[in-house]
C-alpha cells in the first residue's frame, strides 16, 4: 500500500496532508526518511504495517477503524485544528476517535460539517475533479433581483479568478440559495461582494447527499449507515 494512503487509513490526517508531511521529511521507514514512492507491507492483522514508521519521531498509530460524524458548527468557530486557539474546531472534538473537517467554512459562517478519521473519503470529496456538490442558504444585507440569480448563476469574475456555474434560487428578497461544485477560499461572500453585496448570514445545509436538519448548532451526530454509504458512492 502507498505509504500516503497508509497514513490517511490511520488516522493521522488526511491523504493530501500525509503528501506533505512527507514531502517536508517528517515521516521515517525503517530508519531513513520516507519518501513519495515508498509503500508498506500489512501485517497479517491487517491494522499495522510491518515496517518500522515513524511521525516526528514517534510511532504512527494502528489502523483506526472508521469514523463518520455530521457537526453543526456555530459562527465564531475556527475550521482549522489549533490547539492555542480556543475558538478551534478542535476544542469540539473527542480525543478518540481523531476526527478531522472534511474541507472548511469560514469563522463567519455555520452550519454543516463532515467530520472523519477516513482519509480515503476525505480525499474525494475535497479533489475537485469530483465537483461534489455543497448546498448553501445565503442572507445578504438588501434586497436583490432577478438579474443577481442569473450573473451569480453563470459565475462572477473576482481576484482574477471566474467561478464555475452554480444553481442559484430565490428564496426571499433578500434570501437565496447556492449549490457550488467548488471549494474557492470565502467563494460566496466574494461572489456577492463583486456584484455589490454584502452577505449577512452564509448557512450550509447538504454536503451531496448529507443533511444538516435539525442538528443544533455546536452538536454533532454519528452517520447512519445509508448515510456513509451514500457518500461513498
Do not use: W
Not at 31 to 54: M, S, Y
Not at 83 to 97: E, G, K, V, W, Y
Not at 179 to 192: E, F, K, P, S, Y
Amino acid at each position: 500500500m502507498r505509504l500516503a494512503k497508509y497514513l490517511a487509513m490511520t488516522g493521522l490526517c488526511s491523504r493530501r496532508a500525509a503528501t506533505r508531511l512527507i514531502r517536508d521529511g517528517r515521516i521515517s521507514i525503517n530508519g531513513r526518511v520516507a519518501n513519495h514512492i515508498d509503500c508498506v507491507t500489512i501485517a497479517p492483522d491487517k491494522q499495522h504495517c510491518e515496517q518500522d514508521l515513524l511521525c516526528d519521531g514517534k510511532p504512527v498509530a494502528a489502523i483506526e477503524s472508521l469514523h463518520y460524524y455530521a457537526f453543526n458548527k456555530p459562527v465564531g468557530v475556527d475550521s482549522r485544528l489549533l490547539a492555542d486557539n480556543p475558538a478551534s474546531l478542535l476544542h469540539f472534538l473527542p480525543q478518540s476517535p481523531r476526527l478531522y473537517p472534511v474541507g472548511r467554512l469560514d469563522k463567519d459562517s455555520h452550519g454543516l460539517m463532515l467530520l472523519t478519521n477516513d482519509g480515503e473519503l476525505t480525499q474525494r470529496l475535497m479533489h475537485p475533479d469530483f465537483a461534489h456538490k455543497k448546498h448553501y442558504v445565503v442572507e445578504v444585507e438588501r434586497p436583490f433581483d432577478e438579474q443577481f440569480c442569473t450573473q451569480m448563476s453563470q459565475g462572477i469574475s473576482y481576484k482574477n479568478v471566474t467561478t464555475l456555474p452554480c444553481q442559484v434560487a430565490a428564496i426571499s428578497e433578500t434570501r437565496f440559495n447556492i449549490c457550488l461544485t467548488q471549494g474557492l477560499n470565502r467563494q460566496i461572500r466574494r461572489m456577492c461582494q463583486a456584484l455589490g453585496y454584502q452577505v449577512i448570514d452564509l448557512k450550509r445545509v447538504a454536503i451531496e447527499s448529507l443533511q444538516l436538519a435539525d442538528l443544533p448548532p455546536g452538536e454533532m451526530r454519528p452517520l447512519t449507515a445509508t448515510e456513509i454509504a451514500a457518500l461513498k458512492g
